[in-house]
Nanobody
Framework: QVQLVESGGGLVQAGGSLRLSCVAS????????MGWFRQAPGNEREFVAA????????YYADSVKGRFTISRDNAKNTVYLQMGSLKPEDTAVYYC?????????????????WGQGTQVTVSS
């Protein structure tokens, strides 16, 4: 079992930055792939970014490429999502997720474990 706890959400003005954190327990992050997803009201949950533990390759949704960066600190069992140049359309609940495989990381079906989510609100 892997437990995930996100933090770092909040209210920010358009153009601003936030850093989300996700602390994992129950398994070391060095042997799991980690992803971030988001869900806005009335929308499906969508992929944001992922980091494969098998290849070290990072993946991003086109909508956030160049603005968001996923990173991890395995010594702290923590994964981060650095978000910059935020836009009102980035407003959503952001979820951290963990998966055993190192592939298929843009699909929510790949992930076995999910955090409770943290709200990010970007004002215009």
């Amino acid at each position: 079992q892997v437990q995930l706890v996100e933090s770092g959400g909040g209210l920010v003005q358009a153009g601003g930055s936030l850093r989300l954190s996700c602390v994992a327990s129950g398994r070391t992050t060095s042997t799991i792939s980690m992803g971030w997803f988001r869900q806005a009201p009335g929308n499906e949950r969508e992929f944001v970014a992922a980091d494969s533990w098998t290849t070290g390759i990072t993946y991003y949704a086109d909508s956030v490429k160049g603005r968001f960066t996923i990173s991890r600190d395995n010594a702290k069992n923590t994964v981060y999502l650095q978000m910059g140049s935020l836009k009102p359309e980035d407003t959503a609940v952001y979820y951290c997720a963990a998966a055993g495989p190192g592939y298929g990381l843009s699909s929510s079906d790949t992930y076995a474990y999910w955090g409770q989510g943290t709200q990010v609100t970007v004002s215009s």
